[in-house]
């Protein structure tokens, strides 16, 4: 067998691996909210499986997550009863107990560490003009506990931000993973390649 052949099957093998794995989390929910979190004390409040957001919680039936704030520093989090919260610990600026930004990758589900407290440029690693992961979870209409990952858009200050999309699993209690892994989408282009490559 050729080296190049045996390079393709490790190739194949590898992605059909990766999107096993992503199957297992095929009870995904995303919500493209491209929501504006404005700059003051009520910010947003937001219900995850209706897609309704609102500036009072009054306005919005069974909410989940409440950023808000007005410093250009830092951003609030509120979160409504626990089992709730979002992220904590290590961001991509290290170990914090701030709302972290997490990486690509990072499994969100029962062993996270979850609170309601500020997400920072400093503290949690949060990046400006870039879009930021975080966690969370949620009680869902189902009486269950939701773990979710979200996109939080930041521009020049921590000011300046949009929530530009939630994700979460439909099944109470599993584990969600934040983003693709940079890996596994290399993976599946390296297979389609070869897949090519064979066809030719």
């Known amino acids: 067998m050729r080296i190049s052949n045996r390079f393709e099957k490790h190739i194949v093998a590898a992605a059909t691996v990766a999107m096993t794995a992503a199957a297992a989390n095929a009870a995904l929910v995303t919500w493209n909210a491209n929501l504006v979190i404005p700059n003051n004390i009520d910010g947003q ?3 995850v499986e ?3 957001a609102g500036s009072a919680a009054g306005n919005v039936a069974g909410w989940d997550l409440n950023p808000y704030g ?3 520093t830092a951003m609030s989090w509120f979160a409504a009863a ?3 919260g979002c992220v904590m610990g290590l961001g991509q600026g290290g170990a914090t107990a701030a709302v ?3 990486s690509g990758g990072t499994l969100v589900s029962s ?3 979850f609170g309601n407290t500020a997400s920072s440029v400093t503290a949690g690693g ?9 966690g969370f979870r949620f009680v869902g209409a189902d009486a269950g506990t939701h773990y979710g990952w979200g996109i939080m858009t930041v521009g020049a200050t921590m000011g300046v931000r949009t929530l530009t999309s939630v994700t979460f699993e439909t099944t109470a209690g599993a584990s969600v993973t934040v983003a693709p892994a940079p890996g596994a989408l290399a993976l599946l282009g390296l297979a389609g390649f070869a897949a090519r490559r ?3």
């Open 82 to 84: 626990a089992p709730s």
């Open 100 to 102: 972290a930004s997490l």
């Open 111 to 113: 062993a996270s560490t």
């Open 198 to 200: 064979r066809r030719s």
């Open 126 to 134: 949060w990046m400006l003009n870039a879009a930021n992961y975080f």
């Open 50 to 52: 209706t897609q309704v």
């Open 45 to 47: 409040y937001i219900n």
């Open 70 to 72: 007005t410093s250009t």
